[in-house]
């Protein structure tokens, strides 16, 4: 709610358990914390959280009016992990797909939901995702996974429906970037962009509706001070610390041809390191942070947790290692075999 909106439901960081709302390797803290919560209150619940956001969706959207735009940003834990115990469709798939079938029941609650309440021709819904998957093999045929900035990290699915404005079937490969999401959506709602700090942010209506070439030709993926390499993309071309690839035509990033462009990488580093200059210094980074977090997330909920809350979090960090061997974390590392 801080952040502008007039109702919040869910949980506020990620990898939390799906039936208690812990997160159970919350870095850097090897210590459980409560992450579940309703106008920023730490709420006490029963159930799957895919099937509690859907069920949270379709009571917002009963309180919306035709006559007014609204938006609602729905963002499921689904699939991330860790996935434990799954409600159903474990006899037919594994743990990971049936949360992944669970999740695709909750968009089709949420599909239904604006169709039952008459938004259908006036609503854009919008699927997408943070980053690539765990693994290479569910990136494929992009190189990397999650934790890297190959197009398997950065480049992720977008589906749009809106009937009568966007053909059913089609397909756009223009460059975009989510934040290009917030210019885009309050044009389309008649608001205005006008504002002191400069935005990142970039209308891609036309790319989106009219085939139009996009407004965006460069994203800055990571500066220094990440697990990720500084990397940045220019129209068809990304650097990679000192590595160049040709996303066009080389998209499974198989051929690094710096030593053919030492301009082009010049060029770009150089932009690279002008930006990298404008974020503020990171400080020290422990493996393990002393004392453990509060009991739930939010500074305010921390004030005065409920009994309830307080007993639970005790009983679940009672059964978590206290600590962690030399250059392990309970989050995932950086990668090792890529030259920065």
Known sequence: MRQGFDHQYGHYAWGIDYNTFMIPHNAPVPFHVYDWHRNEKPIREAGYSTDLIAAEFERVIESQSAEKPFFIYVPFNAVHGPIDVVPRH???????????????????????????????????????????GLTEQSN???????????????????????????KPGTSNNSMMHVVDLFATLVNLAGGKLKQERRL??????????????????????????????????????????????????????????AASHPELVKRMYARLMKVDKERPPLGEKPLLM??????????????????????????ARSKQPQSWPKGKTPWPQAPKNIEK
Not at 147 to 154: A, L, M, Q, R
Not at 210 to 215: A, F, L, R, V
Not at 290 to 315: C, D, F, H, S, T
């Open 290 to 315: 002393r004392p453990a977090l509060p009991y739930v997330y939010g500074l305010e909920e921390n004030k005065n947790p409920p009994a309830w809350l307080i007993k639970a979090v005790k009983q």
């Open 200 to 257: 990142d942010s970039l209308d891609m209506s036309d790319a989106i509706f009219h085939n139009q070439p996009s407004p965006r030709q460069e994203i800055i993926f990571e500066v220094t001070g990440s697990v990720r390499i500084p990397t940045i993309r220019q129209g068809d071309y990304k650097l990679m610390g000192q590595k160049l690839y040709d996303i066009k035509n080389d998209p499974g990033e198989k051929n690094d041809i």
């Open 90 to 132: 474990t006899e037919k798939f594994s743990p990971r797909d049936a949360a992944l079938k669970c999740y695709d029941d909750a968009v089709g609650r949420i599909l239904e939901a604006i169709d039952k309440k008459g938004f259908r021709e006036n609503t854009l819904l919008i699927c997408t995702n943070d980053n690539g």
């Open 140 to 166: 494929k045929p992009f190189r990397g996974t999650k934790n890297t900035t190959y197009e398997g990290g950065v480049r992720v699915p977008c589906i749009m429906r809106w009937p009568g404005k966007l």
